[in-house]
């Protein structure tokens, strides 16, 4: 069982930055990965951000140059950088971790809204 806090979601203005948290605790194995869905209305779920237990990042086009995701393995947290947001990255973000068991956990959560 891996428990995940995120933090880090408000409200901002177009052009604005919001750095997102999320720490993991519990049965955490080696070679997880960590990332960012987010969901809006009436949108499809969409795979912001993952990264690797080594460190290999990958993005959703629609953020590439935007957004960084990054880790700390120490503290088994993940983090997203978000730069340059736009109305259309509105949304819940969703952290999650995937052991290499195949089992996946997510947290709460957190709202990003940003306005035009």
């Known amino acids: 069982q891996v428990q995940l806090v995120e933090s880090g979601g408000g409200l901002v203005q177009a052009g604005g930055s919001l750095r997102l948290s999320c720490a993991a605790s519990?049965?955490?194995?080696?070679?997880?990965?960590m990332g960012w869905y987010r969901r809006a209305p009436g949108k499809q779920r969409e795979l912001v951000a993952a990264?690797?237990?080594?460190?290999?990042?990958n993005y959703a086009d629609s953020v590439k140059g935007r957004f960084t995701i990054s880790r700390d393995n120490a503290k088994n947290t993940v983090y997203l950088q978000m730069n340059n947001l736009k109305p259309d990255d509105t949304a819940v973000y969703y952290c999650?971790?995937?052991?290499?068991?195949?089992?996946?956990?997510w947290g709460q959560g957190t709202q990003v809204t940003v306005s035009s």
């Open positions: 990264i690797s237990s080594a460190g290999s990042p």
């Open positions: 519990g049965s955490i194995f080696s070679g997880n990965t």
């Open positions: 999650y971790t995937r052991q290499v068991t195949g089992v996946t956990d």
